[in-house]
């Protein structure tokens, strides 16, 4: 339930995501005021906190000027002409998309329209309003169109119908979003730093069921002790009317996790671990420039959750760990699927560069126009494949950055690990919880398995309870 009272809308099944809603992959959704209507006015966002615009990103690099210049075809006419008709009825803005003043996909007074210094009266919020969201732009195409094209036999259609039935709906990250915007409009929250929305809410891999991860970036340059900054903010929520479950988690990156009143929405928030939010920028770029993706993803972390063998905390494989695992696999084909954007776009991915100065996905990344057009069910077969058959566990270092398995004698402290997936900024091992033999052999056991049945049956509830899931993902509230 909302905090006001009023529960998010529900939207049909036959029509989960409306061409009028910004998609989670929306690069320009918080450009445009963040969840537009929920907030205040897209264009009087800007008068309520210190903005300055940055100079516009750097040129495309010479080797990719082809690439760049492919024609993309996965736009829908009839939907692009809707949403001329659509924006056209629409309040003006001072804050397009288009102009030099908006290239912050992630800064957080983006994200926070009508930020303000005051605390918040959460009995006195503005209720929801109901008209549609009215993007200024056109959003991220919906790949719905395309993707009927790699869906055209049994198993890849399973996997299509998985994913639109589970994946996040745009009233699910509005309703994420206004919590984050919420939090931050304490004055308490707001004097201390600034909150960021990452993971796979905003990478465009989140189902309905998802938890919602959160930033918080301390305005203050020195270290501060992440756990004494949790507990003030646990103290200060504690106070919050519509919070519960308030748990701090001492972890290697501590989180404090809390859970939004009367519903099962869950919230994990981490303190300056800055580069979940390049690693969500990078996944989120990769869920754009190739439609299959999302799919894939979504397809193998059910796969993995069903099997038991998607939970770090168990010292299994994280989401995250997941994902790579399969941009590496599609990265590494014969004809690949993806490319490596960090080494084909430098200058959009520069570890150096500050949090606010992240570029957005589409402004300098094109579709990635792959030669292979194997569709979504040879895919995931080939991957599970990959992992069961032809990767060395032993030798090699998954590495999305490279865009290649990397020989584990470059990492010298990570010969003794048993499953290495190189984290693409930071270089470490992100699958560092699996640390047991037992579990590594789970996990082995059940690619080798998965792919043994699924090559044989080609149907994707041999393998997988595919109704059950969706019936858990559509009652999910």
Known sequence: MFPHGASPRRRPANNPRPYHAPSPVDPHFFQRGGVNGYDVPVHDSLATHDWKPHPPAPPPPRHMENWRKRKHEDHDPSIAKRLRDDSSSSVPSSRHPQSRHSRLSFSPDHAVAGFSRSSPDFGHLPPRPHSHLHP???????????????ANDRLSAQVMTLFE??????????RKEKWRSWLQRDRRIAEMGRLYMTGSTMSGFATRSSDADLCYVLHESEKRDPI??????????????????????????????????????????????TVGIRNTFLLKSYAYVEPR????????????????????????????????????YLQTLKEPVLPSLQMDFPECFDPSLEIDMIPEACKNMPRYNSQNQSSLGTLLLGFLQYYATEFSWKRNVISVRAGKALPKQNHPN????????????????????????AKFDAIKFQFLESWQILRTEMDLNSILPVQKIIEEETCWK
């Open 228 to 273: 004494a900054v949790l507990s003030t903010l646990q103290r200060i929520m504690r106070s919050m009317m519509y919070v519960e479950r308030l748990c701090l988690i001492r972890a290697k990156v501590p989180i404090l996790r809390f859970q939004e009143k009367g519903s099962n929405l869950v919230f994990d928030l981490n303190v300056n671990n």
């Open 165 to 174: 039935m589970c994946q996040q709906q745009s009233s699910d990250l509005c």
């Open 136 to 150: 200024h732009v056109h959003p991220v195409p919906h790949n719905s169109a395309n993707l009927n094209f790699f």
């Open 414 to 437: 990570w010969n003794d690990k048993l499953i290495c997936v190189e984290e693409p900024f930071e270089k470490k091992n992100v699958a560092r919880a699996v640390f047991k033999e």
């Open 293 to 328: 993706i999302r799919p894939l993803v979504v397809v193998v972390k059910k796969w993995a959750r069903h099997h038991q063998i998607n939970d770090a905390s168990q010292g299994t494989l994280s989401s995250y760990a997941l994902a790579l695992m399969v941009l590496h």
